[in-house]
């Protein structure tokens, strides 16, 4: 059983955390890799659905988008129901078509500000990135090319001042660094002891008692 693999089986074993679900964020500075961890994760899961915070961002609201989130996912997955939102569309600069997310065992959400205070108590587990912001920074600008070194120029502003007010690391229960082959998994400074604590770190990996 590989890394990932083991971490799947750890985050079946949750209890659910928000109606039926356990919701798993995985957060990190942008261009650190959390949107490839997601989907080798959603993979090793099952083909677990993943909400993209992308999706419910836009130009003009960074990470102003927890009202969406609240109304269009979380609630309607905490009654034990389908989720629908409409995810926006960075090039049009419009929302698109209606996107469902079905109540599944494990929901990844994805994104810069996924394990933020609003979305915290909905949370089974959170997910924290290792690699620092600029490292990621200048990876996610080699990604994107020149064409978008001026959003890159404003969102590095609004990152930090987002980071600032509302820091996500702090609170991650696992810390995962991308090595060249799988993953790192560390605890977290969000972990804490006890007797309900089903998930432990052995080895440098996540998995269950």
Same mark, same amino acid.
């Given at each position: 059983?590989?890394?990932?693999?083991?971490?799947?089986?750890?985050?079946?074993?949750?209890?659910?955390?928000?109606?039926?679900?356990? &919701?798993?964020?995985?957060?990190?500075?942008?261009? @650190? $890799?959390?949107?490839?961890?997601?989907?080798? &994760?959603?993979?090793?899961? =099952? !083909?677990?659905?993943?909400?993209? &915070? #992308? !999706?419910?961002?836009?130009? /003009?609201?960074?990470?102003?988008?927890?009202?969406? %989130?609240? +109304?269009?996912?979380? !609630?309607?997955?905490?009654? $034990?129901? /389908?989720? @629908?939102? *409409?995810?926006? #569309?960075?090039?049009?600069?419009?929302?698109?078509?209606?996107?469902? &997310?079905?109540?599944?065992?494990?929901?990844?959400? /994805?994104?810069?500000?996924? =394990?933020?205070?609003?979305?915290?108590?909905?949370?089974?587990?959170? %997910?924290?990135?290792?690699?620092?912001?600029?490292? @990621?920074?200048?990876?996610?600008?080699?990604?994107?090319?020149?064409?978008?070194?001026?959003?890159?120029?404003?969102?590095?502003?609004?990152?930090? *001042?987002?980071?600032?007010?509302?820091?996500?690391?702090?609170?991650?229960?696992?810390?995962?660094?991308?090595?060249?082959?799988?993953? +790192?998994?560390?605890?977290?400074?969000?972990?804490?002891?006890?007797?309900?604590?089903?998930?432990?770190? *052995?080895?440098?990996?996540? @998995?269950?008692?």
């Amino acid at each position: 059983m590989n890394d990932l693999d083991r971490a799947a089986h750890a985050l079946l074993r949750l209890p659910p955390s928000c109606g039926p679900v356990r &919701l798993v964020a995985v957060d990190g500075h942008a261009g @650190s $890799g959390k949107s490839t961890l997601a989907a080798r &994760l959603a993979t090793a899961l =099952g !083909d677990a659905p993943v909400l993209r &915070l #992308d !999706d419910l961002a836009t130009h /003009e609201e960074l990470f102003e988008w927890t009202g969406r %989130l609240r +109304e269009q996912v979380l !609630d309607p997955l905490a009654r $034990g129901e /389908e989720a @629908s939102y *409409r995810p926006y #569309d960075w090039r049009l600069r419009r929302f698109g078509e209606a996107r469902t &997310l079905p109540p599944s065992p494990v929901v990844l959400v /994805e994104g810069v500000g996924a =394990g933020r205070a609003m979305v915290r108590p909905f949370l089974a587990w959170s %997910l924290w990135m290792e690699r620092g912001a600029e490292w @990621s920074w200048e990876r996610g600008r080699r990604r994107d090319g020149p064409d978008q070194a001026a959003f890159w120029d404003g969102w590095t502003v609004a990152e930090t *001042r987002h980071f600032a007010g509302d820091p996500s690391r702090p609170f991650a229960d696992t810390l995962v660094r991308e090595c060249e082959e799988g993953y +790192e998994w560390l605890p977290g400074p969000g972990v804490t002891a006890g007797a309900d604590q089903i998930i432990t770190h *052995r080895d440098g990996f996540m @998995s269950v008692n």
